[in-house]
T-cell receptor, first 109, second 115 residues
Framework: RKEVEQDPGPFNVPEGATVAFNCTYSNSASQSFFWYRQDCRKEPKLLMSVYSSGNEDGRFTAQLNRASQYISLLIRDSKLSDSATYLCVVNQRFQKLVFGTGTRLLVSP | DAMVIQNPRYQVTQFGKPVTLSCSQTLNHNVMYWYQQKSSQAPKLLFHYYDKDFNNEADTPDNFQSRRPNTSFCFLDIRSPGLGDAAMYLC??????????????FGQGTRLTVV
């Protein structure tokens, strides 16, 4: 079993749609959780951290369920510019940052 | 201003010829990471440093070595590059995870081609 797993997609959605990504992690000792965005041939960039209480940043909402070892990202009112790969990242013990396999999102006009 | 800087951005090396990639940071972060990312795959952690403590991933080939002479610099040495080592190599840093904000900051990567 991979340490961090995501549905690879691609998710093809029209502009304005709401789309949700899921991520599961295997190490129950994981401490911190993040969503990164990566555009083609670019480095990953932090989209948002994920807190236990859930958090929202504009059109983006992240949730964490420690009991189920599950993280989610919800994007509302999708824009063409949201097209990218979304990477779930888990900070395990001893500062080890592990990436999920990534989910590709394609938003079409 | 770039906070994590990787040099060079593009590197072409010959099969079997040692190559070194460099990374520097202005963030004074304790932790530095090296990731390998192949086309259409997620970044794969090769190793990381917490200060001077080196942590190698179990499946990182012996062909890959790293040095961290000081807080600001970290190097990735590939002793005998093979065609399968062609990839984007990403350097990242993060703070001491004693706090909440432990997200990683990435350099722009070095794209390695092996010919």
């Amino acid at each position: 079993r991979k340490e961090v797993e995501q549905d690879p997609g691609p998710f093809n959605v029209p502009e304005g749609a709401t789309v949700a990504f899921n991520c599961t992690y295997s190490n129950s000792a994981s401490q911190s959780f993040f969503w990164y965005r990566q555009d083609c041939r670019k480095e990953p960039k932090l989209l948002m951290s994920v807190y236990s209480s859930g958090n929202e940043d504009g059109r983006f909402t992240a949730q964490l369920n420690r009991a189920s070892q599950y993280i989610s990202l919800l994007i509302r009112d999708s824009k063409l510019s949201d097209s990218a790969t979304y990477l779930c990242v888990v900070n395990q013990r001893f500062q080890k940052l592990v990436f999920g396999t990534g989910t590709r999102l394609l938003v079409s006009p | 201003d770039a906070m994590v800087i990787q040099n060079p951005r593009y590197q072409v090396t010959q099969f079997g010829k040692p190559v070194t990639l460099s990374c520097s940071q202005t963030l004074n972060h304790n932790v530095m990471y090296w990731y390998q990312q192949k086309s259409s795959q997620a970044p794969k952690l090769l190793f990381h440093y917490y200060d001077k403590d080196f942590n190698n991933e179990a499946d990182t080939p012996d062909n890959f070595q790293s040095r961290r002479p000081n807080t600001s610099f970290c190097f990735l040495d590939i002793r005998s590059p093979g065609l399968g080592d062609a990839a984007m190599y990403l350097c990242a840093t993060s703070r001491d995870p004693g706090g909440l904000n432990t997200e990683a900051f990435f350099g722009q990567g070095t794209r390695l081609t092996v010919v």
